[in-house]
């Protein structure tokens, strides 16, 4: 089996300095545009068995979007697909994954993170995010969409200013009343109470506009 670990990184994987790869190769592209070529450095499961791979399959090139480095730069991922030894497993091979770019990821995790930042802190809308960074309007919605839901334990937190929202998650619907067979409006209502300082979500109201504990 490859030795896929190394101690003392070369100096293009220590500045790149992505967790758990390591830079095969850097190309100049023209307009000074830089594509760095990556590879993982660690050992990866089956999705549906977890037995680590050990026999190669196939190598896949895949785009990553990633953090600008002194620069944008175009990040090529060495992808390995290996076999699943596992008998019992109905999963022939699979494709490795990490956790800065896990299974179907098509942006690192430092990425993700970073565009989040910028929607908080500086309070810029999703689209003026997503172009200031050189993204789809999309990958910032997306990265919102889960940093929402890493609910922290509000319990433990102290707030200065709270902020609400109220949205109208889908549009108006009506249903029959089975009591009394008459129909009545229902209003998808959402409501978000956010600490007004980090931007961290702290309760998010149910549809029918019954509070979530969280
Ligand atoms: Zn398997």
Known sequence: MTELTSRRPDAATAIFNLSDYRVLETEILGFGQRRIHVESTIESGCPDCGVIGTRRHI????????????????????????????????????????????????????????????????????????????????LVQRALNVAATRRPDVDKLRPRMLGIDEQRVRSVRFFKDP????????????????????????????????????
């Open 59 to 138: 190598r896949h090139r895949q785009r990553v979007r990633d953090i600008p480095l002194a620069g944008p730069v175009e990040v090529i991922w060495s992808k390995r697909r290996y076999f699943c030894d596992e008998s019992e497993c109905p999963r022939g091979t699979f494709f490795e994954a990490t956790v800065e770019v896990p299974r179907l990821a098509r942006s690192t995790r430092r990425l993700r993170d970073m565009l989040v930042s910028a929607v908080i802190d500086s309070g810029r809308a999703a689209t003026e995010t997503a172009a200031a960074h050189g993204v789809s309007r999309w």
């Open 179 to 214: 009591a009394t067979k008459a129909w009545k409006r229902f209003e998808p209502w959402m409501t978000t109470i956010v600490d007004l300082d980090t931007g961290q979500v702290l309760v998010v109201g149910s549809p029918d506009r019954s509070p979530v504990s969280v």
